[in-house]
């Protein structure tokens, strides 16, 4: 046992970069002895999470979904607005009922559970579900996977914020993108391999292997060791409303990090629109479904390390270099309707175009969530991440439908340049951040 202590404190030394596992900061003390068991067990856990956002992505994997099974067109419009806001807009309201908890972790196991559950049960759509109905089924199925994954998210980063220390969270994050990057490549490879088949079973198959992801994560999570914390300063809904429209006035810094968040969805925004821009030269084949998926996974394999590693030593720099990457990607992306139609007709530009903005992707979420858990100190880090997910959910709803309507009636390649401009206005609101890490 005292062996396997010793090889796991030195690989955890070797991942980190760092040859003291002691060091401790922004932590309980009672928690720096388990930091390298914690560290693996976040590893894995991140890794399930990870891989099953892929593998159920509103972004790919969805779309296929509603095509298949017969769905109405309109409906792919809602995937990624309820993915995104139906996720980020309760967890305000949760915040207070968390933390009356001592040990957090059982709400992340409760929403990992719950997402295992809404996967399957997509699953079983993908084999079943038929029209209009099974349309509505999937939407009402995607729902709840995004109040559990809210739920998950507000309760991981404050189990994050107690067991792992400061300057160590980013390179936790980017090793669990990196590998879960990897296996989601092997995925998207296995799915080219179908190309004009029908996608029915293969379908149901990534939708089964997400429901493990996220079995796999709740397992973990259960495992880990967590210092009870303090459960003072619970709030309800109105409470903790109230509060929260106070730290918005009172911390001009908060105030500052949801302004450069909030111009920062341009990446998640673009994502889909140069998604489609390939499909409509690809087809809706599942060959090509696969190649999205393996260049997502390879881009998330290469950049997340190197983006978490950056973000434990300046998560502003990162929030503002993944702004300025997201402006050129969008600008490349749009000046592809220029180049000569052997270029243009084909789904290549758009694939590249694709894996550069995922991998810059990449940094707006790692700069991001840094930067939140390292900003908020351990009395209020659940308020902080609530409140500032809750805004971020309710400016996707809007900005996703005045989006959609810009894309009607403008074109996708206009919408790009207009998500450029946004990136490079988010760009200069993080450049103006203050240093959280030091």
């Keep these: 046992m005292a062996a396997t202590d010793i090889s796991q404190t030195r690989l955890f030394e070797w991942l980190t970069g760092d040859d003291d596992s002691r060091m401790c900061r922004d932590i309980p003390d009672e928690a720096c002895h388990e930091q390298p068991r914690n560290f693996f067990l976040h590893l894995l856990a991140a890794l399930g999470n990870k891989l099953a956002d892929e593998l159920a992505s509103a972004r790919l994997v969805l779309p296929w979904l509603l095509g298949v099974i017969g769905a109405p067109l309109w409906m792919v419009g809602l995937l990624v607005p309820i993915r995104e806001s139906g996720s980020l807009l ?142 003072e300063g619970g709030e309800n809904a109105w409470d903790s409303i109230k509060l929260g429209l106070r730290l918005m006035r009172d911390d001009r810094a908060f105030l500052h990090f949801n302004m450069a968040r909030a111009l920062l969805l341009s990446s998640a925004l673009a994502l889909p629109y140069i998604a489609l821009l390939g499909q409509q030269q690809s087809g809706t084949q599942l060959g090509g479904l696969g190649l999205l998926i393996v260049i997502s996974g390879l881009a998330g394999m290469l950049a997340s390390p190197i983006w978490g590693k950056r973000a434990d030593a300046s998560s502003r720099q990162v929030m503002r270099d993944a702004g300025l990457g997201t402006t050129l990607c969008c600008l490349l992306v749009a000046a592809v309707a220029w180049l000569p139609s052997g270029w243009s007709e084909t789904v290549w530009p758009y694939a590249l175009g694709y894996g550069l903005l995922v991998v810059v992707h990449a940094g707006v979420r790692l700069g991001r969530k840094t930067y939140l858990v390292d900003m908020a100190g351990q009395d209020k880090r659940a308020l902080y991440v609530a409140l500032s997910n809750t805004l971020t959910g309710a400016l996707m709803l809007a900005i996703g439908g005045v989006i959609g309507a810009l894309a009607q009636w403008l074109g996708t390649t206009a919408l790009l340049v207009i998500l450029a401009l946004s990136a490079l206005g988010a760009a200069a609101s993080a450049h103006r951040l203050p240093e959280v890490e030091q």
């Design 90 to 231: 309760p967890q305000l309201f949760v915040a207070g009922f968390i933390r009356l908890k001592p040990q957090r972790k059982w709400a992340w196991v409760l929403g990992g559970a719950l997402q295992a559950v809404a996967a399957l049960l997509l699953a079983l759509l993908a084999l079943f579900g038929a029209g209009g109905l099974g349309g509505g089924l999937v939407l009402a199925a995607l729902v709840a996977l995004s109040l559990a994954r809210g739920l998950s998210s507000i309760a991981t980063k404050d189990v994050l914020g107690k067991t792992i220390s400061k300057q160590r969270r980013g390179t936790l994050m980017g090793w669990s993108g990196s590998v879960a990057g990897a296996v989601t490549l092997l995925a998207g490879g296995v799915l080219m391999l179908f190309d004009e088949r029908p996608g029915e079973l293969a379908l149901a198959l990534l939708l089964g292997v997400a429901a493990l992801g996220w079995a796999l994560n709740a397992l973990c999570a259960a495992r880990i060791t967590e210092v009870p914390g303090a459960v």
